[in-house]
């Protein structure tokens, strides 16, 4: 399962917004948000949003589950 962030919502925008938005937007895995998370943290970032972008409210409760599982339990192992 992928933790998708920002899926249609950018794929809508003009170019020059979804290059601005994917500056800031992670789409993928919980690797490639837990990759952000180091990145943004190595450069002084120290608050995170996340925005899950859904259908429904199953699909909501599915992206919060796997947040929780795969992203939020992970950060112990990065130095915050």
Same mark, same amino acid.
């Given at each position: 399962?992928?933790?998708?962030m920002?899926?249609?919502?950018?794929?809508?925008?003009?170019?020059?917004?979804?290059?601005?938005?994917a500056?800031?937007? =992670? =789409?993928?895995?919980?690797?490639?948000?837990?990759?952000?998370?180091?990145?943004?943290?190595?450069?002084?970032?120290?608050?995170?949003?996340?925005?899950?972008?859904?259908?429904?409210?199953a699909?909501?409760?599915?992206?919060?589950?796997?947040?929780?599982?795969? =992203?939020?339990?992970?950060?112990?192992?990065?130095?915050?």
């Amino acid at each position: 399962m992928a933790i998708r962030m920002g899926v249609g919502f950018v794929a809508d925008q003009p170019g020059e917004v979804r290059e601005r938005l994917a500056k800031v937007t =992670v =789409v993928g895995d919980a690797e490639a948000v837990l990759d952000r998370v180091r990145t943004d943290h190595d450069l002084g970032i120290d608050k995170f949003i996340a925005i899950l972008l859904a259908n429904d409210e199953a699909e909501v409760m599915e992206q919060t589950w796997l947040l929780d599982r795969e =992203v939020i339990s992970a950060l112990p192992s990065i130095t915050l």
